[in-house]
Nanobody, 114 residues
Framework: QVQLVESGGGLVRPGGSLRLSCAAS????????MAWYRQALGKERELVAR??????ANYADSVKDRFTISANNAKTVSLQMNSLKPEDTAVYYC?????????WGQGTQVTVSS
């Protein structure tokens, strides 16, 4: 059973930065892709950034040029978030896809507020 544990969330002022980490119980290279999603209160969960095994990344339009997804080491994927806005406030989830199965972390809260 794959386990994903997110960390790094918190409260930050508009314009600030946060770095989220997703620690996996298996090697990142064992997954077809890993991604970050977010869900704001009262809204549907949405894709923020996705990184394939080969290193290709794609982003939601709302976060392009502000967020960066990367693999830090063999078992950790991070999401660097810069120039944060109040509308980035949400619970952020890590997802891993492998063999047709999807695995989710428990989520970490990000709040952007002055």
């Amino acid at each position: 059973q794959v386990q994903l544990v997110e960390s790094g969330g918190g409260l930050v002022r508009p314009g600030g930065s946060l770095r989220l980490s997703c620690a996996a119980s298996a090697s990142v290279s064992s997954f077809t892709s890993m991604a970050w999603y977010r869900q704001a209160l009262g809204k549907e969960r949405e894709l923020v950034a996705r990184r394939t095994r080969g290193g290709f990344a794609n982003y939601a339009d709302s976060v392009k040029d502000r967020f960066t997804i990367s693999a830090n080491n063999a078992k950790t994927v991070s999401l660097q978030m810069n120039s944060l806005k109040p509308e980035d406030t949400a619970v952020y989830y890590c997802k891993a896809d492998a063999g047709g199965l999807a695995y989710w972390g428990q989520g970490t809260q990000v709040t952007v507020s002055s």
